[in-house]
């Protein structure tokens, strides 16, 4: 039996109370491993399907197996190589590509699972302070609709913002960890729904899955040395930095909080997109032959790139209607609609 009889393909096709993984979730086997996208693998379709492979007298087909109140089934079919190796402890920690997606989608199915049914619903209307500075977090959320923003107070009185979340991202797990009182606050900049688990939970959760531990310190490395970056240009006498450390939005609400009139540069590559505002309304927008809404959803996309604040100079043409939280909110919804159209769209569903 050569390498491509050994080589198989499994994919969940129905679950039941499976604390492992989601309908659509895939494994190999290529005789005698088992690999998959998680670092939690479950023995019993593996047990299930062994006898098969062994037998090899079947290309395709389904089986079903399951352990006490869980039952699956999965479909099965011979491949010609494996098409990606099993995900080391090492990829975990450093895998920095897996940090763009959304909190939960970072861990593995089986432990997203569980947080899931464990964690409770909340809402806070716009304006509600979430987490106060200088208090024990009583909760981690996880927030899956709206925006949150966290701040901190400046030598000289001034509010600063240094960060807006969005769907998808979390917050409140600093103090849980380290058990000191929070540094920033957390309100609500619109109306948001979260997932939250108590102190206690949280705590039982990463006992359960160290692989948690490991997500959440490489999330706050990145975290708080990005707040760095952004408090020493916040605090500088002009406005300039780079867009890894302060995203455009973040860019235009600190104008806005601070009423500034002027030109904010964007740039990226040998593209530059000029922002005009004008006490702290975002009142024109270019870049090339783009104009207004077009060029703000283009910059909400850019990852990378540099910026700088030129006090006074604003453009005469005003392109921009609005508030400039509800230009920039719109522009992200927008950007989450697309984003959205992108991923049904992206490659072809497997056979398997």
């Known amino acids: 039996m050569d390498e491509a009889e050994k080589t198989w393909a499994l994919k969940a096709q129905e679950l039941h109370n499976c604390p492992f993984y989601s309908k659509g979730d895939s494994l190999q086997v290529q005789m005698p491993g088992v690999f998959g996208s998680q670092l939690q693998i479950c023995s019993m379709p593996i047990a299930t399907f062994i006898p098969v492979a062994l037998a090899g007298n079947r290309q395709e087909g389904e089986i079903e197996a399951g352990f006490r109140n869980c039952a699956c089934r999965w479909n099965f079919c011979r491949v010609s190589q494996l098409s990606k190796p099993a995900v080391s402890f090492e990829a975990v920690l450093t895998a920095e590509n897996q940090m763009t997606l959304p909190f939960l989608e970072q861990m593995p199915a089986g432990v997203a699972q569980v947080f899931r049914e464990r964690a409770a619903p909340r809402n806070f209307i716009a304006g509600e302070v979430i987490l106060a500075a200088n208090a024990l977090s009583s ?22 913002e240094l960060s807006v979340l969005r769907k998808g991202e979390c917050f409140g797990e600093m103090s849980i960890l380290t058990g000191a009182a929070t540094s920033n606050q957390v309100d609500a900049v619109e109306d948001c729904h979260t997932l939250s688990l108590s102190r206690a939970e949280f705590h039982k959760l990463l006992a359960e899955f160290p692989v948690l531990s490991i997500l959440l310190y490489r999330m706050l490395s990145k975290r708080i040395k990005a ?77 990378s790139g540099s910026f700088r604040f030129h006090a006074g100079e604003v453009p005469d043409k005003r392109n921009l209607e609005g508030d400039t939280t509800a230009i920039l909110l719109e522009g992200l919804r927008r950007l989450d609609e697309s984003s959205v159209l992108e991923k049904s769209t992206e490659g072809q569903p497997s056979d398997v």
Not at 245 to 250: E, G, H, L, Q, S
């Open 227 to 303: 707040n760095n970056h952004k408090l020493a240009q916040l605090l500088s006498p002009g406005l300039s930095g780079d867009l890894r450390y302060f995203a455009f939005v973040d860019l235009a609400q600190t104008v806005m909080a601070a009423r500034l009139t002027g030109t904010l540069v964007v740039e990226l590559a040998q593209r530059r997109a000029r922002f005009g505002f004008q006490d702290g309304g975002l009142i024109h927008g270019s870049l090339g032959h783009a104009q207004g809404g077009e060029v703000v959803d283009e910059v909400l996309r850019w990852k």
């Open 139 to 160: 909760h981690f959320h996880v927030l899956m609709k709206g925006m949150v923003r966290i701040a901190t107070r400046g030598h000289d009185g001034r509010i600063l």
